[in-house]
């Protein structure tokens, strides 16, 4: 049995669709699910937890339908969401008590105590959360999550906002969770955090699957030496043999090519023939944001901003 | 069940630690019972403490319900909420819990007033004339707190909603019976009185005290927050699936 999976799973907000026809299984492992802001990682997310309704499409979590069996997906799951909500007034050990109350875990104070060792946060734990850092609300969050010993958990963002050692705890107890044998369902706009902590990663564009499979399958996929280049004035995707075009970011464009080394002083020739001035060139291995840039195309903020469907939508989700 | 209770005990103990919040709450009534109550001059009654002191319970019971109201709507903006979505239990212990709480917290402030009017000199009830009064107040708060709730979840935005308490709280107090009885009210007031919720709370904790049933105000005020809570509910149903 898959721990997750959607069939044609999705989500309308008005005439705004934000999850499109999404099918994708997840077996036992990290899978992220990356993708730009606003692009439906959120909404699937929330679909998943059963906190919203799919407008079509269905999907199942260990086996149970999301829309007809609410009740059992919600046992096997737990979801932490990235607003980081946690009552400040509380201490560490009563926000942690209130979760397994809630999930009628027994017998409770042994499991808070377990949780609350397990994430690191024994020292602290009679300490008001007033007083913690937020690497150590989201631990605090994750302890919660634990409580109940999920079988899928559900991470939106789980280090946005973090400094880069609290980042690094947080994947390494998601890691340890895995190998307990915990289904991880991550989503983050990080590429670098995905490459480095995800068993297999779904990149997401505007409500549909833009890429799938393991890391080193998606940078494989590129093969070759990507050669980025900083430039100036008008540009116009040059045509030499054997170089490609990714995808261009601001002042930044990106190739591939199958010899780097070679290619560098053709592409520097051509770029200059096709009016532009090169400011600086660069030749390395494909990291997951090639990947990203070439699957998803040029990153930009919708514009043509449509301010009555962007209210709904923030509305809903809430 | 085990899931209202968890919810309450929350903010119960939330509310315990704001220490300014458990006090500033009780100046206002406090104020309005010994500056109003002991100082006003009317001619209707011997002893007008004793008439204002049901007005003072009741309106202690609505400032509490319509707080409140936003508690609710602050646990959905800050995210709280969408986590306890996502829990298996069940999802009405979340909105029962905290109209629970409301009330509850109305009522350990009306005893603090009901206090202060006997040390000031308000007459003692026996303890079925308590027992009433606060089965009265109970129905009221549960009332309010379910109209308040459901106000600031369909409002959805902080600001409207402090506009809105603001806007009703006043008004609601002025045109009930809480200051005068009927037969002294101008005749538009009275029609309007009438009218007000808030009267037949007031009315039927002032008519315990006097020694008597009211049943007619209690039967109102049962069909009221019967109907309340189910508009109530439908709309907890709406924003949360």
Redesign the interface.
């Known amino acids: 049995m898959k721990a997750i999976e959607t069939t044609n799973l999705t989500k309308y907000y008005g005439a705004l669709c934000a999850v499109d026809h999404l099918t994708l299984s997840v077996n036992n492992e990290i899978f992220a699910l990356l993708g730009p802001n606003g692009s439906g990682k959120t909404t699937t997310v929330l679909m998943l937890t059963t906190l919203l309704k799919p407008t079509e499409g269905s999907a199942t979590v260990c086996g149970y339908d999301i829309s007809r069996d609410g009740e059992s997906v919600r046992k096997k799951l737990s979801y932490v969401p990235q607003d980081m909500a946690v009552d400040i007034k509380l201490t560490g050990r009563e926000n942690v008590r209130f979760f397994a109350d809630l999930y009628g875990v027994s017998p409770a104070s042994d499991r808070v105590d377990e949780v609350l060792a397990i994430m690191e946060l024994s020292d602290r734990a009679d300490d008001l959360i007033r007083t913690y850092s937020g690497g150590m609300r989201r631990r605090l969050e994750l302890a919660q999550a634990l409580v109940h010993e999920p079988s899928v958990l559900f991470l939106d963002e789980p280090t946005i906002g973090l400094d880069v050692a609290a980042r690094k705890k947080i994947w390494e107890h998601i890691r340890a969770l895995r190998k307990k044998g915990m289904t991880i369902f991550v989503t983050t706009h990080y590429m670098d955090e995905a490459d480095q902590f995800c068993d297999r990663v779904g990149i997401i564009s505007k409500g549909r699957i833009a890429a799938l499979g393991t890391p080193m399958e998606l940078k494989a996929r590129l093969m070759k030496d990507v050669i980025t280049a900083r430039i100036e004035g008008v540009f116009s995707p040059p045509f030499v043999e054997g170089i490609v075009f990714v995808g261009q970011s601001g002042d930044e464009v990106s190739f591939t090519a199958e010899n780097g080394r070679e290619a560098l002083p053709l592409l520097a020739d051509a770029l200059g023939k096709s009016g532009c001035t090169v400011r600086a060139l660069s030749l390395r291995e494909p990291t997951l944001d090639d990947v990203f840039l070439q699957a998803v195309g040029q990153q930009e903020e919708p514009h043509g901003f449509e301010d009555g469907k962007f209210r709904t939508m923030l509305r809903r989700r809430r | 069940m085990?899931?209202v209770v968890?919810?309450m005990?929350?903010d119960f103990?939330?509310w315990f630690?704001?220490r300014v919040a458990v006090i500033s709450a009780l100046v206002m009534p406090a104020a309005w019972l010994i500056f109003v109550g002991l100082a006003l001059p009317v001619k209707f009654t011997g002893n007008y403490l004793d008439f204002i002191t049901p007005g003072i319970l009741v309106m202690t019971m609505l400032s509490a319900g319509l707080s409140g109201g936003a508690l609710l709507m602050f646990d959905?903006?800050?995210?709280?909420l969408?986590?306890?979505?996502?829990?298996?239990?069940p999802r009405g212990s979340i909105l029962v819990g905290k109209i629970l709480f409301i009330t509850g917290r109305g009522l350990v402030q009306t005893t603090i007033i009901l206090v202060i009017a006997l040390v000031i000199g308000s007459t003692l009830l026996n303890p079925v004339q308590y027992g009433l009064t606060y089965f009265i107040l109970f129905l009221f708060g549960v009332m309010i707190s379910a109209f308040a709730t459901t106000i600031a979840l369909y409002l959805?935005d902080h600001d409207s909603y402090s506009a809105f308490n603001t806007m009703i709280s006043m008004p609601l107090f002025f045109t009930s019976s809480a200051l005068m009885p009927y037969s002294v009210m101008p005749a538009w007031l009275a029609t309007i009185a009438h009218l007000n919720p808030l009267s037949y709370a007031i009315d039927a904790v002032r008519d315990v005290t006097a020694g008597g049933f009211p049943m007619v105000p209690i039967a109102v005020l049962i069909v009221l927050t019967t109907i309340i809570l189910l508009v109530c509910m439908y709309v907890f149903r709406k924003v949360?699936?």
């Open positions: 085990n899931g968890t919810y005990k929350r103990t939330k630690r704001g959905k903006i800050l995210g709280f969408n986590k306890f979505l996502a829990l298996p239990t959805d949360t699936v």
